[in-house]
């Protein structure tokens, strides 16, 4: 069975479906997945193309293809086919690719064209794995996580669309542009220096000594910087030289010559490396006398502006954009009159012991290895404090689930927690949510092994999840990502149980606002005093261990509890009942916390 790629498009009413060809509107990241796709050379019999119609208000391109491209029905509606869009299309935010083969449906930009790519190397392409880079680790963080991946999935789509939408008296070009370009001016980075010096200069070297006083004459760092991730091209060329070859249509070569002629040196070396033909793909993909928006435009002025430091080789650090007077203290005194303004909100700030204890609503002895902590290769110093952490959660999702339901465990991993209840709960249906390529194959493997038929895969971030589901769970998904995953399940209207963890990694984010609750953000409790509790609250360590400073990891639970209160209480709005308790072996983590919410408010469970 083909793996099914479902890529938006605009339906305008001037789609046409000819003899040959297939014209038709579609956003921007469709129209790169369409031109990588072409560009590979893949077969539609083993990866169908299918368009799902969307209201957009974003840019659109017009786009030609052959329709021996597309799969048998590349137009799809619900009409056409309810149950085929329902269960895929529908699942994640497009542009996604539905795998039957692996039981995984894969979301988002740069993941769909990894997977394509991979699809293309391992059926005997002519492009090699160096189109991966090293390790092919090209692309392989998520957005969240990568400067890199994030500038090829979001930054580059913006900086298309803003050029696109340029007058003749626009003055600045986007920011984007700039950014590439100081990056393009960085000396060579590489995972493997000596093994490329060896190959440029065609000599061997062993040594730091040898290298400094070889690269010192003869190679040259910034000359060798070629592509965009150092001296060889890889996916992340291809995606943006699908984007730049929009902006070079718009604004001319000439423009980006005399203004980023790194980029504009970048451009010409992607394009000769192939002779062109990514260049002609794109051109007869969207044609420029389909799409008007495409035209030259001639600026009256220019203005480009180049960051003073930019590197898409650093790391992207989450920060609280705090500063001066906001900077979060971890002075005492002042940490302690903190918590005293929270002593006086209105609420019950705590948690409950566990009144389970050690009773399980499963025996272990029955469980086979794979669906056991040992299957996942834990070190056996980690066994079994992994096994009370899962038994707490799955003992929960026991007593919430009923057959048929759907459950979620958001930021899966290898799959420890999902793995588990899929194989306990064998008539429920178990998604397993990773954004990390490595982690999720092997719980693939363990379900492989296992085989269990009641398990999906989705490799994706949590914002592009959008599938429908009943009880959704997470063991230590970091920071906000918590907070994430309770909006999706209150989007949902889904029962939850979160053990949350890496308190002091909340930051504010666009659809996620600290402090959570109406009642706490009413209380008065500044933005950087919440923060400085959540801080606090990372301060929790093993209370066992003799080098364990007692009190501060008792305030920190402390503040945990502060944090989770303000989290049941937005529940609370919206028609939960929370409890608040602890993983049955406390000392199992110090991150012990466990929120507990049944959705009481005009609710059947499992109805859909």
């Known amino acids: 069975m083909p793996a099914k790629l479902y890529l938006n498009w605009s339906a305008t009413g001037e789609e046409e479906i000819r003899a040959h060809t297939l014209r038709l509107h579609v956003p921007l990241e469709s129209y790169i997945v369409l031109s990588l796709y072409r560009y590979l050379g893949l077969n539609p019999t083993n990866v169908a193309i299918h368009f799902v119609p969307r209201k957009t208000t974003a840019i659109v391109l017009s786009v030609i293809l052959p329709t021996s491209s597309c799969g048998s029905s590349p137009l799809l509606t619900k009409s056409d086919s309810p149950q085929l869009v329902e269960e895929d299309a529908f699942f994640c935010q497009l542009p996604s690719i539905a795998v039957p083969e692996t039981g995984t449906i894969i979301s988002g930009l740069c993941g769909v064209c990894r997977w394509l790519t991979k699809h293309h190397i391992a059926e005997g392409g002519i492009f090699s794995e160096r189109l991966l880079g090293f390790k092919g680790n090209t692309l392989v963080a998520p957005a969240d996580a990568s400067l890199w991946t994030k500038f090829c999935e979001l930054d580059a789509i913006r900086c298309v669309e803003a050029i696109l939408q340029l007058t003749p008296d626009s003055k600045a070009i986007p920011d984007e542009i700039g950014q590439l370009e100081r990056h393009l001016v960085q000396p060579l980075k590489s995972h493997n220096i000596f093994k490329l010096v060896n190959l440029v200069n065609n000599v061997r070297i062993s040594s730091d ?69 990514l260049e002609e793909v794109c051109q007869s993909t969207a044609r420029s006398d389909e799409n008007p928006q495409l035209g030259k435009v001639q600026l009256k002025e220019v203005n480009v502006t180049l960051p003073a430091e930019f590197s898409l080789y650093k790391a992207d650090t989450k920060k609280l954009n705090l500063k001066g007077d906001q900077i979060l203290t971890t002075n005492q005194a002042e940490v302690l009159e903190i918590l005293r303004k929270v002593d006086d909100i209105p609420t019950d700030i705590g948690s409950e012991v566990n009144s389970r204890g050690d009773a399980n609503l499963f025996d272990w002895t029955t469980v086979p290895l794979d669906a056991r902590p040992e299957g996942g290769k834990l070190p056996m110093a980690r066994i079994l404090r992994k096994r009370h952490q899962l038994e707490a959660l799955a003992n929960e999702v026991i007593e919430l689930a009923v057959d048929g339901c759907i459950i979620v465990d958001f930021c899966s991993g290898t799959g420890h927690l999902g793995i588990l209840i899929a194989y306990l709960l064998p008539r429920c249906k178990v998604y397993l949510l990773e954004n990390k390529e490595e982690s999720q194959q092997r719980a693939k ?53 979160s053990c949350p963890c890496c308190y002091g990694k909340l930051y504010n984010i666009e659809h996620i606002a600290y402090p959570r609750s109406r009642l706490f953000r009413e209380s008065g409790l500044q933005l950087k005093e919440y923060f400085c509790i959540a801080h606090c609250a990372d301060q929790t360590h093993d209370l066992a261990s003799e080098r364990t400073n007692v009190a501060k990891a008792h305030q920190g639970f402390h503040c945990m509890d502060i944090i989770d209160r303000d989290r049941a209480l937005r529940a609370e709005e919206l028609g939960y009942r929370v409890r608040r308790t602890r993983l049955g072996q406390e000392n199992c983590t110090p991150k012990n916390r466990l929120l507990v919410g049944t959705y009481i408010r005009e609710r059947t469970v499992c109805a859909r």
């Open 209 to 277: 000594e040898e290298h400094r006083q070889l690269t010192e004459g003869k190679f040259d760092f910034q000359a060798n910087h070629r592509f965009a991730e150092g001296y060889d091209k890889t996916l992340a060329d291809l995606m943006l030289f699908i984007c730049f070859e929009l902006i070079v249509r718009r604004l001319g070569k000439k423009l980006l010559v005399e203004h980023v002629p790194y980029v504009a040196g970048w451009y010409e070396r992607v394009k000769a490396d192939d002779d062109g033909k």
């Open 445 to 497: 493997d363990r379900v492989a092994r296992l085989g269990l038929t009641n398990v999906t895969f989705f490799q994706c971030n949590l914002d592009y999840f959008t599938a429908p589901f009943d009880i959704g769970v997470s063991l230590h998904a970091c920071g906000v990502a918590t907070d994430i995953v309770l909006e999706k399940c209150f989007a949902q209207r889904a029962h939850f149980v």
